[in-house]
């Protein structure tokens, strides 16, 4: 996880710009997209001109009472456009800083064996460039040959270089970061403007931010509601008037805006800014509320084994030799298999072989063709210029390439695989041409407190599956020990899809984890796809999330992080509309008691006087917002539950809590303003 500090929630200059957004928020074009508050500023624009032209509206006798109220109503709007412009300035802030990153480079640029430098704003799609030690990389692109540690700090945040290498899933660099050993070929993915650090800047920027489907139908039920309040409180005055009761119209606008939703309306947009932006503090990259939101209703989660569960370094620890064969001899020939086969795997294995001091002679591979590995075989060596074939690859695969050229399958090579499996190690069989000659036992190791995350997804209601391609044993044993609630063993990138399409076909949310170019599909498919960093361009492409720190395992925190999301905006709808209970006992009876004696009996709260009641209510109901500025920002607090529970612990605190504060908070500000009055 990344090590970068997260910004203060209040900082100096972010305030200082906020407060100044707030004001320029003022402009109803712009606020018209909160009609809530478009509500309330019209009533305060309303209330201002019976204040400068008190005789024209018959109002010279309540002047202060006029003031007083036009003045909180401005700083009710002002709160709300303040909460939204703190949470957009925590975006532009971070923007600013990857600003600083992106600059126009030089580059090296080869066209045919010539090497030519040219502005990296010059540089396009399919170009390629040489990067050597020191030089920034010019712009998004694949390692297509070399291999170099890279600087990503000013992306990730990480001080620690990472290692970017030619062919695999990890050949993916990015415009800005900088080389800081040996040098790499690259072609360039991506045309000026539409790097992946544009689109960060972008996205943090909030300039391209949408409403959520959840805002938007959240936003629909407050229209709603101001729309029937607004009904409400203008066939008041023909109701009054027919009463003999007087009732002036900064008094109804008053009732009228502490009737609708203000609290939620006033902090609906900061909550969806802020959500995105913790994800971002997290050093996850979304490219949208959306992906955000629907992370908190997760169902199912789709995780591959390797590097996600367990450490993904699976080393060769044994050589293990069938029926007659000798170790020495199956060592040589894992060694020649191995030669071309730049994974940590295939590493592992010369590694093992020097450390054991087995001898191999590497000329023999020499002019021979390599054979890469593929989902769909499973296999890799390499075809010698004298006819034979070498391969290792999964025991059940090298096996049918066996028989296939009419070979011969030792008597004990099952049994030892399944005694590799058994301790959660993964076979893998080594041939040349239809002669087995053993095994290679390669170790994974499951990561700590995989188990007890697990078990929270559970709490949660989350079902937890893991996609691997070693065989059943050795996932049954993977499974076992890291807690997971099923798995896919010898898993193809057909298998992850169709498992994602037969989740959402029983109506689930589905998330997934992936690097590779073959995980892209899967990715586009699933409704949360988080693709790492160090990944290819094609997964990061496919997904709508990227982790900058390629931890596939904060898949889990992305979960919370979304949970968290909707269970603030659902409590703090709930306090709102809580709220406008409490403020229904202040505004009404204070309307009508002077004139309907009986009405005395709802001033529950016993407030001083009509006019301290309705100024109380206003200024609880202006005060509210900047008070919840900091829950909509980091979040209500967050334990994993389910639903059942998670939506009575809201009402127990956040409801009962909408109601009781109110009560106690209006009664406070009524004895204030009884002394100043």
């Known amino acids: 996880?990344?090590?970068?500090?997260?910004?203060?929630?209040?900082?100096?200059?972010?305030?200082?710009?906020?407060?100044?957004?707030?004001?320029?928020?003022?402009?109803?074009?712009?606020?018209?997209?909160?009609?809530?508050?478009?509500?309330?500023?019209?009533?305060?624009?309303?209330?201002?001109?019976?204040?400068?032209?008190?005789?024209?509206?018959?109002?010279?006798?309540?002047?202060?009472?006029?003031?007083?109220?036009?003045?909180?109503?401005?700083?009710?709007?002002?709160?709300?456009?303040?909460?939204?412009?703190?949470?957009?300035?925590?975006?532009?802030?971070?923007?600013?800083s990857l600003k600083k990153t992106k600059q126009d480079s030089?580059?090296?640029?080869?066209?045919?064996?010539?090497?030519?430098?040219?502005?990296?704003?010059?540089?396009?799609?399919?170009?390629?460039?040489?990067?050597?030690?020191?030089?920034?990389?010019?712009?998004?692109?694949?390692?297509?040959?070399?291999?170099?540690?890279?600087?990503?700090?000013?992306?990730?945040?990480?001080?620690?270089?990472?290692?970017?290498?030619?062919?695999?899933?990890?050949?993916?660099?990015?415009?800005?970061?900088?080389?800081?050993?040996?040098?790499?070929?690259?072609?360039i993915t991506r045309d000026p403007g539409e790097s992946f650090l544009d689109r960060m800047i972008s996205l943090v920027e909030g300039a391209k931010r949408q409403k959520t489907p959840n805002e938007i139908a959240l936003s629909t039920l407050l229209i709603s509601l101001t729309i029937i309040f607004l009904i409400v409180v203008v066939t008041l005055k023909p109701i009054a008037s027919y009463l003999n009761i007087e009732l002036d119209i900064p008094v109804l606008i008053s009732l009228l805006v502490c009737l609708i939703p203000t609290t939620i309306g006033g902090l609906l947009s900061a909550i969806g800014i802020a959500g995105m932006d913790r994800v971002t503090q997290f050093n996850v990259l979304a490219m949208s509320g959306k992906a955000v939101e629907a992370a908190g209703d997760i169902n199912t989660m789709i995780l591959d084994k390797t590097g996600t569960i367990t450490f993904g370094n699976r080393m060769a620890a044994e050589f293990l030799p069938v029926q007659s064969e000798n170790e020495a001899e199956l060592a040589a020939w894992a060694v020649i298999s191995s030669l071309q086969d730049e994974t940590p795997e295939g590493r592992s294995v010369l590694e093992l072989a020097g450390k054991l001091r087995h001898p191999y002679d590497a000329r023999i591979a020499e002019g021979g063709e390599i054979i890469e590995f593929k989902a769909e075989t499973r296999m890799s060596g390499v075809n010698l210029t004298d006819g034979r074939q070498v391969r290792k690859g999964a025991v059940d695969a090298v096996k049918r390439w066996v028989v296939s050229l009419g070979g011969s399958i030792p008597q004990d090579l099952d049994a030892k695989a399944e005694a590799v499996a058994r301790q959660g190690g993964t076979p893998l069989a080594v041939a040349v041409g239809s002669r087995i000659f053993g095994l290679i036992y390669l170790k994974d190791t499951v990561k700590p407190g995989m188990k007890e995350r697990f078990d929270e997804l559970r709490k949660m209601g989350i079902k937890t599956i893991m996609c691997t391609g070693d065989n059943p044993l050795t996932a049954a044993t993977i499974a076992r020990e890291a807690g997971v609630d099923d798995f896919i063993a010898e898993s193809t990138p057909e298998d992850k899809i169709a498992v994602i399409r037969r989740e959402q076909a029983e109506g689930k949310l589905v998330a997934m984890t992936g690097d590779g170019t073959n995980d892209a599909p899967a990715l586009a498919q699933a409704d949360v796809g988080l693709a790492m960093n160090s990944g290819t361009a094609a997964a990061k492409e496919a997904a709508n999330m990227v982790d900058l720190d390629s931890d596939p395992s904060k898949i889990i925190e992305v979960v919370a992080i979304g949970k968290q999301l909707l269970m603030t905006r659902g409590a703090l709808t709930t306090f709102s509309i809580a709220n406008d209970i409490a403020k229904y006992f202040a505004i009404i009876p204070a309307m009508f008691m002077l004139a309907i004696p009986e009405m005395k009996h709802l001033n529950v709260m016993g407030l001083g006087s009509p006019n301290s009641a309705i100024l109380s209510a206003l200024v609880f109901n202006a005060v509210i917002i900047p008070i919840l500025i900091p829950l909509a920002m980091r979040g209500a607090a967050y334990k994993p539950m389910s639903s059942t529970r998670l939506l009575r612990r809201n009402i127990l605190i956040y409801g009962l809590g909408g109601v009781a504060v109110p009560f106690v908070g209006i009664k406070l500000i009524d004895l204030l303003v009884n002394l100043w009055l």
């Open 1 to 96: 996880m990344s090590t970068q500090p997260r910004k203060k929630l209040l900082s100096g200059p972010i305030v200082r710009q906020a407060i100044k957004e707030s004001f320029m928020k003022l402009n109803p074009a712009t606020l018209i997209k909160n009609p809530v508050m478009f509500v309330v500023e019209l009533g305060t624009l309303i209330v201002l001109m019976m204040v400068v032209a008190p005789g024209y509206f018959q109002a010279e006798d309540t002047i202060g009472f006029n003031i007083a109220v036009f003045v909180i109503l401005l700083f009710t709007v002002l709160f709300a456009n303040f909460a939204e412009a703190l949470a957009e300035g925590r975006g532009k802030a971070q923007a600013d």
């Open 106 to 187: 030089k580059a090296n640029k080869l066209t045919g064996t010539a090497v030519t430098e040219v502005a990296s704003s010059d540089l396009r799609k399919g170009d390629i460039v040489i990067v050597s030690q020191g030089e920034l990389i010019p712009g998004d692109g694949e390692v297509i040959e070399g291999l170099a540690s890279v600087d990503e700090s000013a992306i990730t945040g990480e001080s620690a270089p990472v290692i970017k290498e030619a062919g695999g899933d990890f050949n993916s660099v990015t415009g800005g970061t900088r080389v800081v050993s040996d040098r790499i070929k690259v072609r």
